[in-house]
């Protein structure tokens, strides 16, 4: 069966720029958010971010602490706190593994991105990560210097 053409995978709504370049992502972890539905509206309009935000297992269930929502201007509800806890939805297994895995020195859950699904549920890319040192910085950037001069030569020709 062919896939439909025109409308893409998924979109992302939010990303972690800093991400990639502050940590070693090691692996992956796609999980779907618990929102309400203002909250919801806020991330469909790009209100929301994921700098310095971070997951963490408790009891069993993940939540990502620090994730910035902006309120939704039209909302009728109680002003909600825009960076309070929101729990991450996994399956046990899932949980499980990731526990063995951070209970390793210094691996943490980063989110990576925010998207939505075919069916417009929201989701999030977790990423299993270590803190990169200064040094291993300095040599992203310089990789990434380098292979922008490489696509401009080539470029040029």
Known sequence: M????????????ISNRKARFEYEILDTVVAGIEL???????????????????AMIH??????????????????LDELDPKRSRRLLLHKAEILRLQSKI????????PLKA???PKGILKVELGL???KKLYDKRET?????????????????
């Not at 994730?67 to 909302?75: D, K, R, S």
């Open 2 to 13: 062919e896939k439909k053409q025109g409308k893409p995978e998924y979109v992302t709504a």
């Open 36 to 54: 309400l539905g203002s909250e919801v509206k806020s991330v469909r309009l790009g209100k929301a971010s994921l700098n310095e935000s971070y």
């Open 59 to 76: 009891r069993g269930e993940v939540w990502l602490e620090n994730m910035q929502i902006t309120p939704y201007e039209h909302n009728t």
């Open 103 to 110: 209970s390793e020195k210094g691996l943490t859950l980063i």
């Open 115 to 117: 998207f939505f699904n």
């Open 129 to 131: 990560a270590r803190g």
């Open 141 to 157: 950037i310089k990789n990434r210097d380098a292979e922008r001069q490489l696509q401009q030569l080539k470029k040029q020709y």
